[in-house]
């Protein structure tokens, strides 16, 4: 892939751009989650409201521009299970959510492209800056993280941006944004300048666009 002359600064989005999931990991994360919340109904349904509601959260998100925390997620997909989430505390999604952050990281998500290590070194070695711009849902952008460290591509990455930690979701203004001033914190840039790169077309393309960046669809 030939580095933009152009540009000075990569954004990056994560999912689907950079890594995608682990085959194994979401059918033992449902297992668990039917398990950890004694939940009756078969696990073919649990994984089922699984997916629609992380899928609905996603949607949501990219509308109204704000970032829905999985708190709010498990406990809708509770009461869809017939789980009474009147008698549920926070403790207990807390502690689903710490044994499924263990889930994660032994079922990592793999890289989608094996080259990109040495993609992001040369980037870094032209004298330009990288970052990620990601929503999450399920998965933090602590845990996220780790996974970027355990693949030894962290240490390329200036600055990483997860709408659990920002409030703000693609393709909102206010998530570009804050690329925008952390960018130019590093050193004076304009919009023309950067360039972000995503699988969808309308949180990361258009949403670039729209702020004023570049935009390449993955």
Request: with cysteine; hydrophobic share 45%; glycine share 4%.
């Amino acid at each position: 892939m030939k580095i933009p002359a152009s540009c000075c600064h990569f954004s990056f989005d994560l999912w689907l751009t950079l890594i995608r999931s682990n085959p194994a990991f979401k059918a033992r994360r449902n297992a668990l989650f039917k398990s950890f919340f004694a939940i009756g109904e078969p696990l073919e349904k649990v994984a089922r409201v699984m997916r629609h509601h992380d899928v609905l959260a996603n949607r949501i998100s990219e509308i109204t521009g704000q970032h829905i925390h999985e708190e709010q997620i498990y406990c809708r997909i509770l009461h869809e299970l017939n789980i009474n989430i009147n008698e549920l505390t926070r403790e207990e999604i807390t502690g689903f959510q710490a044994a499924a952050d263990q889930l994660f990281m032994h079922y990592k998500p793999i890289l989608v492209n094996s080259s990109i290590r040495s993609y992001f070194q040369a980037i870094k070695a032209a004298g330009k800056t990288i970052s990620i711009l990601s929503n999450t849902a399920f998965i933090k952008g602590a845990i996220l993280r780790k996974l970027l460290d355990h693949y030894e591509l962290s240490e390329f990455i200036s600055f990483q941006l997860y709408s659990d930690e920002t409030g703000f979701s693609k393709p909102a203004a206010g998530a570009f944004d804050l690329v925008f001033r952390h960018a130019t914190a590093i050193r004076p840039l304009n919009k023309p300048d950067i360039l972000h790169i995503g699988d969808n077309p309308a949180a990361d393309y258009q949403g670039a666009l729209n702020y004023g960046f570049k935009a390449m669809l993955i």
